[in-house]
């Protein structure tokens, strides 16, 4: 158990609609990252918050938000899904930029 | 840019025999590199990283990697495979240009270990 929580763990949604996949950090890790995991893109990253700031941006779309809240868990926000965003999506949460992301069991989202 | 790329997707070895998954990448400053594991249905767990120091760096599960950085790389490494190491290996670098919080990760090198 790395002590990151995804919830939740499975989503079977329409297209058009809008999810909200929510993710508890490792007690006392600031920083908190967004994957995601298709088969043929690999591991790709979508956003970083550290204590409640945006940091880095990767290659998310316009279609998704996320955000940090006072009490570190985060939430990513997926709207007008399509077929394309069906996807395994991984939370990571770390102390800092040296320190290694210990991993949530991640979201299995289904776009149908 | 930064970037890492694992060039092999698979590599396959018999149990009891040395593996290496091979990475190389690509920063503009010092790198912070690490290895990650995952296994079916699972998330990724971290196994080793090399952040400064002795360019020899030992990890979980019997893992180690070799940090060159005239060759750009870490390869990750371990003297005898268990059929039970079989799974993706993810290669990883921080980008230090965004300030260290983007991790960019290689596309992943399936490892079978034949009984």
């Known amino acids: 158990d790395s002590g990151v929580t995804q919830t939740p763990k499975h989503l079977i949604t329409a297209t058009g609609q809008r999810v909200t996949l929510r993710c508890s950090p490792r007690?006392?890790?600031?920083?908190v990252y967004w994957y995601q995991q298709s088969l043929d893109q690999g591991l790709q990253f979508l956003i970083q918050y550290y204590n409640g700031e945006e940091r880095a941006k990767g290659n998310i779309l316009e279609r998704f938000s996320a955000q940090q809240f006072p009490d570190l868990h985060s939430e990513l926000n997926l709207s007008s899904l399509e077929l394309g965003d069906s996807a395994l999506y991984f939370c990571a949460s770390s102390v800092g930029v040296q320190s290694e992301a210990f991993f949530g069991q991640g979201t299995r989202l289904t776009v149908v | 840019a930064q970037s890492v790329a694992q060039p092999e997707d698979q590599v396959n070895v018999a149990e009891g025999n040395p593996l290496t998954v091979k990475c190389t990448y690509s920063?503009?400053?010092?790198?912070?590199l690490f290895w990650y594991v995952q296994y079916p249905n699972r998330g990724l767990q971290f196994l080793l990283k090399y952040i400064t120091g002795d360019n020899l760096v030992k990890g979980s599960y019997g893992f180690e990697a070799e940090f060159n950085k005239s060759q750009t790389s870490f390869h990750l490494k371990k003297p005898s495979a268990l059929v039970s190491d079989s799974a993706l290996y993810f290669c990883a670098v921080r980008d230090m240009e965004t300030g260290g919080f983007k991790t960019i990760f290689g596309a992943g090198t399936r490892l079978f270990v034949k009984a």
């Open positions: 007690s006392g890790d600031l920083s």
């Open positions: 920063v503009s400053g010092n790198p912070y």
